[in-house]
C-alpha cells in the first residue's frame, strides 16, 4: 500500500518550517512526500490580496491530486497549517493526522514578552543578528498586512466548531516555550478532536518552531513510529 504524506506549513511561513521533520521521514520510509506552498507565501510574502479560502483551497487541491497516487495518506499540519490540515481531516478520508504547534489559540504573552526580552539583550550586546528569533520574525512583521492576519483568525473560527467531527489518529506535539501558540493549546485540542486514538508529545524546550527544538528528534522518532505502527487498543496517551 502506497502512503503520501501531505504537509502544510503555517502562516507567514513555507515548507521550510517543517522540512527537518519532511527529511526525516523520507529518509526512513519510501513515502511520497508533498509540501506545497500556500498563496502569498514563501521566500517572499505577498499577502495583500489572500484569504483563508485561498489557502485552504491551496491545500485541497494538493490533497486531491496526491489522492491520484497514493493509496493512503497522512497529513502533518504546523501552526496555521494544523487548523488546515483538521479542516481536511475532517473532509476527506485520511489515514492520520500529525498537528504541530497548531494554532487553534495564538499568542503566549509570558513567553513572548521573554523572547522579546532576550531580543534586546542580544541589542545592547550587540548580538541582535544571530538571535534565530529575530532572523525569522523581522521580516514578517514588516512584510504582513493587517487584513492577512484577520484572514489567519477566520480560518480558525472557521474550522474550529469542526474538531469533534475528526476521528481519524491524531498525534499532537507542542513546545512548552512556544510564544505563538500557548503549549495549553495542544490539551484544548486533545480535549475537543474527537478521534479515540490520540497522543501528546510535549517538549519541554520547544519554541514554536517546534521541528527545530533541540529535542525534536526525540518526537521525530515517536512521531513515525505512532504513523507506522498498526491500529492496536486506541487509547489516548499523553508523553511529557
Known amino acids: 500500500m502506497k ?19 519532511m527529511d526525516y521521514l ?44 497514493v493509496d493512503r495518506i497522512i497529513i502533518v499540519g504546523f501552526s496555521m497549517g494544523g487548523i488546515i490540515a483538521m479542516y481536511l481531516a475532517n473532509r476527506y478520508p ?12 495564538y499568542i503566549y504573552p509570558a513567553q513572548l514578552l521573554q523572547d522579546i526580552k532576550d531580543m534586546i539583550k542580544d541589542t545592547v550586546t550587540g548580538k541582535l543578528e ?21 484572514e489567519f483568525m477566520r480560518l480558525v473560527r472557521i474550522v474550529q466548531p469542526y474538531y469533534g467531527q475528526i476521528t481519524v489518529p491524531v498525534y499532537i506535539v507542542q513546545g ?19 478521534s479515540l486514538k490520540k497522543e501528546i ?7 514554536h518552531h517546534i521541528c527545530y527544538c533541540d529535542d525534536c ?10 504513523l507506522t505502527g498498526e491500529e492496536e487498543e486506541e487509547r489516548p496517551r499523553v508523553i511529557n
Open 3 to 21: 502512503t503520501g504524506v501531505l504537509g502544510i506549513h503555517g502562516f507567514t511561513g513555507g515548507p521550510y518550517e517543517i522540512q527537518p521533520f
Open 26 to 69: 523520507q529518509a526512513h520510509t519510501d513515502w511520497q512526500i508533498v509540501v506545497p506552498t500556500l498563496p502569498g507565501h514563501g521566500e517572499t510574502l505577498e499577502l495583500k490580496n489572500v484569504s483563508a479560502e485561498s489557502w485552504m483551497m491551496a491545500a485541497e487541491q494538493a490533497l486531491r491530486q496526491l489522492q491520484k497516487e
Open 94 to 105: 485520511i489515514h492520520k493526522l500529525v498537528l504541530l504547534s497548531a494554532a487553534a489559540k
Open 130 to 150: 544571530e538571535n534565530t528569533l529575530y532572523k525569522r520574525y523581522s521580516e514578517k512583521l514588516k512584510d504582513t498586512p493587517f487584513p492577512a492576519t484577520l
Open 176 to 194: 512548552k516555550k512556544d510564544g505563538i501558540v500557548p503549549y495549553a493549546t495542544a490539551q484544548f485540542i486533545y480535549d475537543k478532536i474527537g
Open 201 to 207: 508529545v510535549y517538549s519541554e524546550s520547544g519554541k
Open 217 to 226: 528528534e526525540d518526537w521525530f522518532n515517536t512521531a513515525l513510529l505512532f
